[in-house]
Each structure stands twice: as structure tokens, then as C-alpha cells.
């Protein structure tokens, strides 16, 4: 077993940093070393776990294939691995919040331990958004991961407040999409992103009294797109081939079109998305407006 260097030199390490410690050596892995990072001063450890016994946490989004692939042409053209994961322990096994892709990629390249840092407090491996910087989320990553952590809370935690893990889940209609990437994985949340960022926003009640309005929110959301999904399909049928479509008739029907100061409800502005949806006149738009309409995104894309 290697021996633990402690840093700071003569710093008293706590029970929990002792017990991860042991606990590591038992697992079959060494603990190297303990010591306080520098920003909060908590005790992390620093180890060589043994890569049968990491895995990802169960919230965390899909691998990335072509990424994946990428990480492991690196790791083998550089003939070594250079970037620690981040680890809990928990139930006998190792979660990564923040590494997967690192650990798949050694997986694949032969590797039978990974260096870590192992934190102690197992919580962090709820916090997978604040730490993941490996690959950037995008819209889907982020609403899949945010709704796998929100079942597990309510598990876990049915009677505190939504509004209590806003750090965890970091925007409110994240948990609202990801309801319906989950259950419609070609799902374009996208498109519904700029609305519902404006006036969905943390639940105070308790969670299993929460999600009950989250699955509301996230049907009012699906009937919107099964009425805009039909909209576009009579569109093309008309001549209005354009991939910008459903966007542009989503932009016409958003209610906070005009709205500055006073927003709707989330109900309220989800119910006058859908209304406008059912009552939208395709015969008072052209191909030129939403070519133009397109152009105009595109350009505002680029600028920010």
C-alpha cells in the first residue's frame, strides 16, 4: 500500500478523510494523498482507483461517441493519461460527476486504474453541471441530467422545497424539458427554450407535490409541439420549405413577444402559446418572411 502524504505537513485529517482512506485501500486502490484545496479548504484525496469500480453517476447524460473516440486517438497517441477524474464513494462503488468520457476512454484503452480525486462528501455527485467542463452540455445533455437528479432527489428527499437544489439543477425549465427529452429523446426543446427561460422558475413547494406541476408544465409544452408539428407539416405542403420554420411560428405565437416587465405565469404564457398555436393562419406567412426571419437569427447568433 502506498503511504498517505498529508498536506498541509502535521494537518489533522478528519474521521471522514480516515475512513475514505481506508476504504479506498480495501477497494483495492491507494490512497496517495490528503490535503486541503485551495479555494474552501476542504480535505479531498487524492488516488489510484481501480477502474472496474468507477462508474458514472446514474444522472449523468449520454456518452458522446465522437468525442469518445476522439479522447481515446489522444490518449493513445500521447501513450498516457494526464487529466484526474473526480470521484465520490458511495455504496461500495465510485461515481464520476465529472470524468465519464475520461474514464470510458481509459476503459477502452486498456487501463485497469484511474488517478482521482476522491471527495468525501458524496453530495457532489449531485452537482454535475457546475462541475462538468470536460465536453459543454448542450440543451439536451443538460435537461436529461437535471431530470434524472430531480427523481433521485425526490426519492430521496420528497418533502424539501424544488427551489432548495436550484444550484444543482441550475435553471428551472431544464427540469421542464427534460421531462419531455426523456420521454421523446427526438424532442426539440430548443425552440421552446427562450419562452420557458423567461417565466419557469423554481417550484417553492415540496418535490412530490412539485413534479405533479413540472409534469403539467411539460404537457402543456408537448401539445404545443404537437400543434406546431402539424403546422409545419401542412407548411410544406403549401410550398413553405424552410428548416426555420418551426421556429418562426413558435417566435409569432410566443406571448412575451411584448412583454418587458409584467410576464405571464408559467401556466398562463404556456396556455397562450398553445391557443395561438391552434387559431395560427399559415396563409398570412410567406417564404420570404421566414427566410428573412432566419437571416436575422443567424446574424444575432453569430454577434453574441
Same mark, same amino acid.
Given at each position: 500500500?502506498?503511504? &498517505?502524504?498529508?498536506?498541509?505537513?502535521?494537518?489533522?485529517?478528519?474521521?471522514?478523510?480516515?475512513?475514505?482512506?481506508?476504504?479506498? /485501500?480495501?477497494?483495492?486502490?491507494?490512497?496517495?494523498?490528503?490535503?486541503?484545496?485551495?479555494?474552501?479548504?476542504?480535505?479531498?484525496?487524492?488516488?489510484?482507483?481501480?477502474?472496474?469500480?468507477?462508474?458514472?453517476?446514474?444522472?449523468?447524460?449520454?456518452?458522446?461517441?465522437?468525442?469518445?473516440?476522439?479522447?481515446?486517438?489522444?490518449?493513445?497517441?500521447?501513450?498516457? %493519461?494526464?487529466?484526474?477524474?473526480?470521484?465520490?464513494?458511495?455504496?461500495?462503488?465510485?461515481?464520476?460527476?465529472?470524468?465519464?468520457?475520461?474514464?470510458?476512454?481509459?476503459?477502452?484503452?486498456?487501463?485497469?486504474?484511474?488517478?482521482?480525486?476522491?471527495?468525501?462528501?458524496?453530495?457532489? /455527485?449531485?452537482?454535475?453541471?457546475?462541475? *462538468?467542463?470536460?465536453?459543454?452540455? *448542450?440543451?439536451?445533455?443538460?435537461?436529461? +441530467?437535471?431530470?434524472?437528479?430531480?427523481?433521485?432527489?425526490?426519492?430521496?428527499?420528497?418533502?424539501?422545497?424544488?427551489?432548495? %437544489?436550484?444550484? +444543482? $439543477? +441550475?435553471?428551472?425549465?431544464?427540469?421542464?424539458?427534460?421531462?419531455?427529452?426523456?420521454? =421523446?429523446?427526438?424532442?426539440?426543446?430548443?425552440?421552446?427554450?427562450?419562452?420557458?427561460?423567461?417565466?419557469?422558475? $423554481?417550484?417553492? =413547494?415540496?418535490?412530490? +407535490?412539485?413534479?405533479?406541476?413540472?409534469?403539467?408544465?411539460?404537457?402543456?409544452?408537448?401539445?404545443?409541439?404537437?400543434?406546431?408539428?402539424?403546422?409545419?407539416?401542412?407548411?410544406? =405542403?403549401?410550398?413553405?420549405?424552410?428548416?426555420?420554420?418551426?421556429?418562426?411560428?413558435?417566435?409569432?405565437? *410566443?406571448? &412575451?413577444?411584448?412583454?418587458?416587465?409584467?410576464?405571464?405565469?408559467?401556466?398562463?404564457?404556456?396556455?397562450?402559446?398553445? =391557443?395561438?398555436?391552434?387559431? $395560427?393562419? &399559415?396563409?398570412?406567412?410567406? $417564404?420570404?418572411?421566414?427566410?428573412?426571419?432566419?437571416?436575422?437569427?443567424?446574424?444575432?447568433?453569430?454577434?453574441?
Amino acid at each position: 500500500m502506498a503511504e &498517505l502524504t498529508i498536506y498541509p505537513e502535521g494537518a489533522k485529517t478528519p474521521a471522514a478523510v480516515a475512513e475514505l482512506t481506508a476504504a479506498i /485501500a480495501s477497494d483495492g486502490g491507494a490512497a496517495l494523498a490528503a490535503y486541503k484545496e485551495p479555494i474552501g479548504d476542504h480535505w479531498q484525496v487524492f488516488a489510484m482507483l481501480p477502474i472496474a469500480m468507477v462508474e458514472a453517476t446514474p444522472y449523468q447524460r449520454d456518452l458522446s461517441p465522437a468525442h469518445l473516440k476522439r479522447m481515446i486517438e489522444v490518449m493513445k497517441k500521447l501513450d498516457r %493519461f494526464t487529466d484526474p477524474i473526480v470521484a465520490v464513494r458511495t455504496d461500495g462503488r465510485y461515481w464520476t460527476p465529472n470524468g465519464n468520457h475520461r474514464r470510458a476512454a481509459a476503459v477502452k484503452a486498456g487501463a485497469k486504474t484511474i488517478p482521482a480525486i476522491v471527495i468525501p462528501e458524496s453530495e457532489v /455527485a449531485y452537482q454535475i453541471l457546475a462541475l *462538468n467542463t470536460e465536453k459543454a452540455h *448542450n440543451l439536451r445533455d443538460k435537461a436529461l +441530467e437535471v431530470i434524472r437528479m430531480y427523481r433521485a432527489r425526490l426519492e430521496q428527499h420528497p418533502r424539501a422545497a424544488e427551489k432548495e %437544489f436550484a444550484f +444543482e $439543477f +441550475e435553471r428551472a425549465h431544464f427540469i421542464t424539458l427534460g421531462i419531455l427529452y426523456d420521454k =421523446k429523446p427526438r424532442f426539440s426543446g430548443g425552440v421552446y427554450a427562450p419562452l420557458l427561460s423567461r417565466v419557469d422558475y $423554481f417550484i417553492t =413547494k415540496p418535490l412530490k +407535490e412539485a413534479i405533479e406541476e413540472r409534469e403539467e408544465r411539460a404537457a402543456a409544452v408537448e401539445r404545443a409541439d404537437e400543434l406546431v408539428t402539424e403546422l409545419v407539416a401542412a407548411g410544406k =405542403k403549401r410550398g413553405l420549405m424552410h428548416p426555420y420554420l418551426k421556429n418562426y411560428i413558435i417566435a409569432r405565437c *410566443n406571448p &412575451l413577444t411584448r412583454a418587458r416587465k409584467n410576464l405571464p405565469t408559467c401556466k398562463a404564457a404556456l396556455s397562450s402559446l398553445v =391557443k395561438a398555436l391552434a387559431t $395560427f393562419d &399559415l396563409g398570412k406567412i410567406h $417564404f420570404g418572411q421566414v427566410r428573412e426571419a432566419a437571416q436575422i437569427a443567424a446574424a444575432t447568433s453569430v454577434a453574441e
